[in-house]
């Protein structure tokens, strides 16, 4: 079963416009953690931004923001003001913990930006 | 601060030499790390999960005969992908989790891209 959904291939927006990149996951685990990556073509993966499941606010980072809402299992990423550079892929990942595992970081599938000037 | 190195960026080789790809987190000890491949246009898959001093946990589907991973101190962990084929030509990523550093804490690499011919 697919732990991160993320049912954006592709999204375009208009430079200077924000954009709503969507994520839902699934877990039993009470505790986990959710993570936005950008992927840029280069291959290098930059972290964005990190929300814990017991945190209480939304995780903000400059123009990143994410959209928490746990009982719909969504952590939609929110990216203000869009940039030229902000083309590239954008992942959704869970950490999870299997029991008598180590802590993994299960990815989505992706969702491509592109930004238009 | 923070960072993982990976060696060589790109590697050829003919089918059925066998390539090594190191993983280096230069500033920190890393007791985990992680090795992923990504296939073009796909997302990020877990190979295994390596501690120093111990086999690595490799995950459902991965041959852990052909992928010989070797955590052998706190800053280094190799990937050595034997008799390659060219199915195996992919994207190799790695991570490493700081010593004493949270579920949620670590650093990616830039990558690794192995064509085989």
């Known amino acids: 079963a697919q732990k991160i959904t993320q049912t954006q291939p592709g999204m375009f927006v208009q430079e200077k416009e924000a954009v709503t990149l969507d994520c839902t996951y699934d877990?039993?685990?009470?505790?986990?953690?959710l993570f936005w990556y950008k992927q840029p073509s280069s291959g290098e993966m930059i972290f964005l931004i990190y929300?814990?499941?017991?945190?209480?606010q939304n995780a903000t980072e400059g123009r990143y923001s994410l959209n928490f809402q746990k009982a719909r299992k969504s952590a939609n990423l929110v990216i203000s003001a869009s940039q030229l550079g902000d083309s590239a892929m954008y992942f959704c990942?869970?950490?999870?913990?299997?029991?008598?595992?180590?802590?993994?970081?299960?990815f989505g599938a992706g969702t491509r930006l592109a930004v238009h000037p | 601060g923070a960072v993982v190195s990976q060696h060589p960026s790109r590697v050829i080789c003919k089918s059925g030499t066998s390539v090594k790809i190191e993983c280096r987190s230069l500033?920190?000890?890393?007791?985990?790390m992680f090795w992923y491949r990504q296939f073009p246009k796909q997302s990020l898959m877990l190979m295994a999960t390596?501690?120093?001093?111990?086999?690595?946990?490799?995950e459902q589907g991965v041959e852990k005969d052909k992928f010989l991973i070797n955590h052998a101190s706190l800053t280094l962990s190799t990937l050595t992908v034997t008799s390659a084929h060219p199915e195996d030509s992919s994207f190799y990523i790695c991570?490493?989790?700081?010593?004493?550093?949270?579920?949620?804490?670590?650093?990616f690499g830039p990558g690794t891209r192995l064509t085989v011919l």
């Open positions: 390596s501690n120093e001093g111990s086999k690595a946990t490799y």
């Open positions: 877990t039993s685990d009470p505790s986990y953690g």
């Open positions: 991570s490493a989790r700081p010593l004493g550093g949270g579920a949620d804490t670590q650093y």
């Open positions: 929300q814990g499941s017991y945190d209480q």
């Open positions: 990942a869970m950490r999870e913990a299997p029991s008598g595992g180590y802590n993994k970081l299960i």
């Open positions: 500033d920190f000890q890393a007791t985990t």
